[in-house]
Each structure stands twice: as C-alpha cells, then as structure tokens.
C-alpha cells in the first residue's frame, strides 16, 4: 500500500522568505506524484506532477519540486512567497499506470505574513 | 477553460434523509472519483468509476453509499441514510487517462448533518 507523510502540519513564513514544504512517500511500485493547492474556501488545483523523466518539475507561480527516488522524497520549493501564496497544500501519490486513486498527505498550511 | 461543476455548494440535511451530490466532469474525461474532506482532516478516497462501473473503493464507502452516471454527463454520489459523521466536504473529480493525467477537481459540495 502507498501512504504520504507531510512533515509540517504548518509553515509560517515572511513575504519573500524561501519555503521549503516537505513530502516523503512509501510504495513499493511506481507512483506518480503530485502537489495540489487549495486556497481557503476553494477546491483543490494541481500545482505540480511529476510522471517520468527529469526530476525537477516547475510550476507556472514559481514553485518546484523535486523528485529523489532514493529518499523517496517530493519536496516542494519556492524561493520567494507571497502573501497570495497562503493555502493548504496537498502531496498526493498515485500507482503509476491504469485508474489509479489519489493518496494525499495531511497536508500542510503555508502562512504567508507580510 | 473546461472544469468540473458540483452541485449544490452546501447542502444541510437531517441525520437518516438521503442526499444526492451532483458533479459534472469535463466532457472528454473517461475516469470519475469522489473524494471526501472532513473538516481539519486529510483528503480520503472514497470512489472511482470507470466506463460505467466501479473500479476501485475504499472501505469507507460502505453499502450506505452509491455513484451512479445517469445520462452520460451528470455523475452522482448517494447517501442513503446519512449519520452525523458523513459531515464533510465531498469532492468530484475526473480525469482524461486515470493516474497518467492530471485529476480536475470539483470545488466541492459542503455537507452538513444535523
């Protein structure tokens, strides 16, 4: 069975500081990874995946994860926030190939103060 | 830019009275999921569907729940006899390619028992 653990439950950082929001997964197959977004009172957006290939993935506001099969690890990185960047983020694993669920974290709120 | 709608946003219905989830997925996406969110917890699995039938199930969607694809683009969740603890965000999702894609998400139907 796969399962995900968000190490921080909570990240409070300063606009412009670097955050780092950390994900380790276990599987024993192939997984794809995902990071979701979900800003308050709103659904869940996919921020970043990583299928296959280079391990470094990038999002479109700036984010990235990177993907290290040894550590089992995704972590999701962005050297600048801003306060529009305050939400709960989700990392989520899925058996790669076929139908497969979503396995997400607990997830972890990033504050973001001015 | 296509987007899975649900309906209502919130609903609030007695403990014992059936309730139906809308969702209607993006119109090309072939796999369909529900997904639950009670209120400071993780997101958790309950369902997918796949050309016409269940594919895969968590052991929270017990004999009180269903899904069902009525017409080709509505995709339904019922809950037959609802307890105080199905309390919860429900989400919809689907996807073009099950894991191998992104899953678009629903903004979710607010449930509430009393």
């Known amino acids: 069975a796969q399962s995900v653990t968000q190490l921080d439950s909570q990240v409070p950082v300063f606009e412009e500081a670097p955050v780092e929001l950390r994900c380790n997964y276990s599987s024993s197959v192939s997984v794809y990874l995902f990071w979701y977004v979900q800003y308050p009172n709103q659904g869940l957006q996919l921020l970043l995946k990583y299928l296959s290939g280079s391990t470094l993935v990038e999002s479109i506001n700036g984010f990235e994860a990177e993907f290290n099969k040894s550590q089992t690890s995704f972590h999701l990185r962005k050297p600048s926030v801003h306060i529009s960047d305050t939400a709960e983020y989700f990392c989520a694993v899925s058996l790669s190939g076929g139908y497969n669920k979503l396995i997400f974290g607990a997830g972890t709120r990033l504050a973001v103060h001015p | 830019e296509p987007e899975v709608t649900q309906t209502p946003s919130h609903q609030v219905t007695q403990m014992g009275q059936e309730v139906i989830l809308r969702c209607v997925p993006i119109?090309?996406?072939?796999?369909f999921y529900w997904y639950r969110q009670i209120l400071g917890q993780k997101v958790e699995f309950l369902v997918s569907f796949y050309n016409n039938e269940i594919s895969e199930k968590s052991e929270i969607f017990d004999d009180q729940f269903s899904v069902e694809r009525p017409d080709g683009s509505n995709f339904t969740l019922k809950i037959r006899s609802t307890k105080l603890e199905d309390s919860a965000m429900y989400f919809c999702?689907?996807?073009?390619?099950?894991?191998?894609?992104?899953?678009?998400f629903g903004q979710g139907t607010r449930l509430t028992v009393v």
């Open positions: 999702a689907s996807s073009e390619n099950g894991g191998a894609t992104e899953a678009f």
């Open positions: 119109s090309n996406h072939l796999y």
